[in-house]
């Protein structure tokens, strides 16, 4: 009944006008085919079809189309987009379908209803098996049947709405990627969208949430509340069935397409041989459809004691659905052509474009044009890292610079031995992304923040006592021995992580280089697209300079490092000998009252080995000389006498005879840790700060060009073929000639159908006109 009022319908244009639309529709499909393989798709109108789960969205595209073909029931049985092409041929008694082609984009191959149900439901329980169960990628299907509008309908997967419980934390997840998908469908503004809503109360708005964040006022919406035939049963009054049918203003707002809802029941079961299929044929389907269709009216009128209005029936069915979207469609295709036709221009610029810069290439495939391409090349690339060492601000902060967190992260941060880092914070810039010389100063500037903050660690008495050992001529105590075998211990111990951390720190903003590198050579054209061959070996050779210099200089450092903590140097340590014999008088001081009024301690500063505190060995042999002859002489008096005796027995005891290490003996040996700890320290901070800027920095400057035109020139004389990949390259470049011809020849072919059309319609117009 229903086709037969569609071909009365069509009996009314002339017959151009038919073969008019039928042009347009094909030029459509196609479009929309070309648009997938495109960065940035044609606008090209269809229907988007949103709904929940069980909002019966698949089987009203059954409806639609009059036939089925889709995996029907309950749960989510549609997990990607399914786009029907759906044309109009009344002598297809049986849908004619085609797939459009994995292998290839441009090619749909023929086949059976029951293959593409097949297809259909092999993909979907194969993306059920997936960690992530929704695909964006479409599903194109092209069908031609006696019953199918000239419609493009996208069914997208069912909307889940979850409980809130943590058991349902999997299917949460589903729910997030289905609406995700759905919200990146919906921002296209060419799509008409068809939001199903299963309720029979228009202030639940549960589809109509989702799609008014992205169309707020529905200006681009179809509103289609399903399952009708189960709704009319539950109200009980008259008034009830007026407002569904004709909701207020303020139930529904915006202005949605169509005016009102559109009301559709869709009779189950499905069609086949078996025993628990309800109809033998596609044709008893499409009449169950239509049966349903006054079934419902009838029971609209019971309900509301009164005939529909004509404009109450035009909303009523799945057929007033269909004529309503046809019409849509076919004034929405109309209404871009005049668009389409400039973006079909553009693309067919750009890839002439790209055809000619192919040409070129495969012109230029010759080896001393090659030859000197890869030295300009070499060139340009010293260029823009010597720009980036300089400072730059060309390429963005946002995309390749790293903030202090991010640079600790990806190249290391500097610990120490008690496995702390220094909060980042403090560091100058630490929360700006920066890249080139600019973060590698601010790498340096928080290396010789925080070595140069760093203390000597503990030092306990059983480290004392260890260090003092046993001399090989005699088993006295030499504390200053001691204190330089604590201390060079320390010392090697904490600095040495520190000069890996260092190295690997640096290393790592050296070799961000090349990306930033390669990116300023791309934005200002000069990149050497399609000889990845030759961009590897570049960036080989550039990586393993950055890392044997790194070594290299790493071990200079280790060198001086190692001499500081071997041998110790008391002209390197002596800058603070004036607080050190301070610290000892004041301790001296402070033993008076212990050991008595001229105690040795007193005079500790005055009667220490030389080594203990960095004073002259002759200084120290006349003041022991001195002390002697006042012995023998005897010009003192006899209480000076045994004073003196008794300061030197002390003095014996406390240094050299006695191994109980007491308050006195443990100070000493700390203040001597400290002074020989912070020299080596102050020295290792200056010799690795120097030696990493003229060792790994400079290098970069002034030896890396040098060696890397080397091994360029090595690499062209040895095998210039295998550097370019040149066999590989032809390959590649007649593979890419050949495709842009095919899409060249496609657009052509589109745009021509477009203007042919467009030239059509406007000649309809000039006669409306006249």
């Known amino acids: 009944m229903e086709k037969d009022s569609t071909k009365d319908a069509n009996s009314n244009n002339t017959v151009p006008e038919m073969e008019t639309q039928q042009r347009l529709y094909e030029a459509y499909n196609e479009l929309h085919g070309l648009a997938q393989e495109f960065e940035t798709p044609f606008d090209s109108p269809a229907v988007l079809m949103v709904g ?83 695909s964006s990628k479409e599903i194109i ?211 002439m474009r790209k055809l000619i810069e192919i040409n070129q290439e495969l012109s230029n495939l010759d080896v001393i044009k090659l030859k000197e391409k890869g030295r300009a090349f070499h060139d340009l690339f010293l260029t823009k890292l010597s720009h980036l060492l300089k400072g730059t601000v060309i390429a963005p902060p946002d995309k390749f610079g790293e903030t202090l967190q991010d640079e600790r992260v990806n190249g290391g941060a500097f610990i120490g031995s008690d496995g702390l880092q220094f909060p980042h914070k403090l560091i100058p810039n630490a929360g700006m992304r920066l890249y080139g010389g600019a973060q590698y100063h601010r790498a340096m500037a928080e290396f010789r923040f925080v070595v140069g903050g760093f203390k000597c660690p503990p030092i306990t008495r059983e480290e004392i006592v260890n260090a003092c050992g046993v001399e090989d001529i005699h088993d006295g105590t030499n504390y200053s021995r001691t204190a330089c075998v604590i201390a060079v211990t320390k010392a090697r111990d904490t600095f040495e992580p520190f000069l890996h951390q260092l190295g690997n720190r640096l290393l790592h903003i050296l070799k961000r280089l090349l990306p930033i590198s390669v990116y300023l050579l791309q934005k200002d054209g000069e990149y050497l697209s399609g000889h990845e061959v030759f961009l590897k070996r570049v960036a080989s050779a550039f990586n393993n300079f950055a890392e044997s210099t790194e070594r290299s200089c790493h071990e200079k450092c280790m060198e001086d ?13 002596n800058k603070n000998r004036a607080g050190l014999r301070h610290f000892l008088d004041s301790f001296g001081g402070s033993e008076q009252s212990t050991v008595g009024g001229n105690s040795a301690y007193a005079n500790l500063s005055q009667d220490l080995p030389s080594g203990s505190l960095g004073n002259d060995k002759q200084d120290t042999k006349s003041k022991v000389d001195v002390k002697l002859n006042h012995l023998t002489l005897g010009n003192d008096s006899n209480d000076s006498i045994q004073t003196t005796e008794t300061r030197l027995a002390d003095l014996l005891d406390s240094t050299l005879w006695n191994r109980r290490l007491g308050p006195s003996s443990e100070r000493i040996v700390y203040a001597l840790v400290q002074q020989i700890f912070h020299g080596i320290r102050e020295y290792f901070l200056a010799s690795a700060e120097l030696k990493f800027n003229c060792f790994l920095l400079m290098p970069v400057v002034d030896k890396l060009p040098a060696l890397l035109r080397e091994d360029l020139e090595s690499a062209f004389e040895e095998d210039v073929e295998n550097v370019f990949d040149i066999t590989n390259l032809q390959h590649s470049l007649g593979k890419q000639k050949r495709e842009a011809e095919i899409e060249l020849k496609r657009i052509q072919r589109l745009k021509e159908k477009f203007r042919q059309i467009h030239e059509h319609l406007n000649s309809n117009q000039a006669m409306l006109r006249v």
């Open 52 to 134: 929940h789960q069980t909002d019966g969205k698949s089987a009203l595209v059954e409806a639609l189309m009059g036939f089925q073909f889709n995996h029907v029931g309950g749960g989510t049985k549609t997990r990607c987009p399914i786009t029907l092409h759906m044309k109009y041929n009344p002598d297809c008694h049986s849908p004619l379908c085609h797939l459009l082609a994995e292998s290839d984009p441009s090619v749909f191959q023929e086949k059976s209803l029951q293959e593409i149900q097949a297809y259909i439901e092999a993909e979907n329980m194969r993306l059920e098996q997936e960690p992530y169960q929704f």
């Open 561 to 573: 490092l190692i001499s500081t903590t071997r041998y110790v140097t008391w002209s390197l340590h």
């Open 141 to 351: 299907i092209r069908i031609e049947y006696k019953y199918c509008p000239n419609l493009t309908i996208i069914d997208t997967p069912g909307l889940i709405a979850p409980a809130p419980a943590r058991k349902s934390r999997s299917l949460q997840a589903q729910a997030r990627a289905v609406e995700s998908l759905v919200r990146a469908k919906i921002q296209h503004k060419e799509f008409i969208i068809l939001c199903l809503e299963d309720c029979n109360d228009w202030s639940n708005a549960t589809t109509r949430r989702i799609v008014m964040q992205i169309d707020p006022e529905l200006s681009r919406t179809v509103v289609v509340s399903t399952k009708l035939d189960t709704k009319i049963p539950q109200f009980a009054r008259a008034s009830d069935v007026d407002v569904f049918l004709s909701p207020p203003a303020c139930t529904l707002d915006g202005f949605m397409l169509g005016d009102s809802p559109f009301f559709t029941s869709v009779p189950s079961g499905r069609v086949g041989s078996g025993h628990e299929s309800v109809y033998r044929s596609n044709d008893e389907f499409k009449q169950a459809i239509c049966l349903r269709e006054m079934e419902d009216i009838t029971a609209l009128e019971e309900k509301l004691g009164r005939s529909l209005s004509k404009q109450e029936r035009s909303r009523i069915g799945v057929s007033s659905l269909r004529l309503f979207l046809e019409e849509l469609l076919q004034k929405r295709y109309m209404d871009s052509v005049p668009m389409i036709i400039p973006l079909l221009e553009k693309e067919y610029r750009s890839t």
